[in-house]
């Protein structure tokens, strides 16, 4: 009887043991790891040294580490014409937006970056005629480049730069035709639209055009900022095929690309900062050429960094002239 009663506690204290592992075991299976590692299949590995009651445990278990899924979508130019029947490029606005999957895990874009390749027709890739990137997006999600290209019809894809934690998903696929003219054009404007503190606004004044395969022209704009500061955007140079225009019923629209010295000045102080080399773009549309359609300008400055940094929206003018001729 002392022997079996000593057999059944020993065999209630393997019991009781063994219970304590199932339960650890089922806890385990529980946890929820946060990884901060790249995409793939590590796999895990769960290892116990054993001691004198209890024998070694080992064992490895599979699992995928998925990248992050991110939607894009693409606002740029897709349409435009060229200022003259000389010019063989033109220098477009590659502008997207993107945005992570809603899957309860909000992700940080810092870091992150867009790729925009353009393939010609009958270009299987994987090489593209033409490359931007990569490009930044910025904190409200948006990726922009100015890229001069040259006359011809493309099919552009959108990816994020190589990375281990974002892809894009669905891929991003559009059309971008840059086409010649027979007329030689120019663009020119003066006054002001209604932009900055309060009553506020910026004046602007530009002559853009062609002349062979040179840009010629000059453009400047002021404006008071909601910071305190004004902003007085200087143009110093032009990409190549600088000025484009819209094309078919769009063709009242104009816009012409480059670099900008920007001088940033305290209103209080007077204090003034310069900062050379900024890419800008300017919108300049003619309402005379369409019906019922006012004339409108806007401006977008990048910092030296590739984000946007300084902004209109493009706004109908509330004085002066626009004109395409």
Request: charged share 20%; no cysteine; aromatic share 12%.
């Amino acid at each position: 009887i002392e022997q079996r009663s000593r057999e059944d506690e020993a065999y209630r204290y393997t019991l009781r043991e063994s219970f304590r592992f199932q339960v650890v075991r089922e806890r385990l299976s529980e946890v929820t790891l946060i990884l901060d590692q790249a995409a793939g299949n590590p796999g895990v590995t769960v290892s116990f040294a054993g001691n004198g009651t209890y024998d070694p445990f080992s064992r490895n278990e599979a699992y995928e580490i998925l990248r992050e899924k991110v939607i894009v979508e693409y606002f740029g130019d897709t349409s435009v014409v060229v200022a003259s029947p000389q010019i063989s490029r033109g220098a477009v606005r590659l502008y997207a937006t993107a945005h992570q999957e809603d899957d309860g895990y909000p992700g940080d874009f810092t870091g992150a970056m867009l790729m925009y390749q353009g393939f010609l027709g009958g270009n299987p890739g994987p090489t593209p005629n033409v490359e931007a990137g990569p490009v930044p997006i910025g904190h409200d999600g948006r990726a922009v480049a100015f890229k001069s290209v040259a006359v011809g019809t493309y099919e552009f894809d959108v990816t994020m730069a190589d990375n281990d934690y974002w892809r894009v998903l669905p891929e991003v696929r559009f059309s971008l035709k840059v086409a010649s003219t027979a007329t030689l054009l120019e663009v020119t404007g003066s006054g002001w639209i209604p932009f900055g503190v309060g009553n506020g606004h910026g004046t602007y004044q530009f002559k853009v055009g062609k002349d062979k395969e040179v840009e010629t022209g000059n453009s400047s704009f002021i404006f008071d900022g909601s910071d305190g500061h004004r902003y007085t955007i200087n143009v110093t140079s032009w990409l190549p095929g600088a000025l484009i225009f819209g094309s078919g019923s769009q063709s009242w629209k104009s816009a012409f690309t480059g670099f900008a010295n920007v001088l940033k000045t305290n209103l209080l102080t007077g204090q003034s900062t310069l900062f050379p080399g900024r890419p800008v773009t300017f919108d300049a549309w003619d309402g005379n050429k369409a019906p019922n359609k006012p004339d409108a300008y806007g401006v977008l400055v990048l910092d030296a960094q590739g984000l946007v940094w300084l902004e209109t929206p493009i706004l109908n003018i509330g004085g002066g002239n626009i004109m395409i001729k």
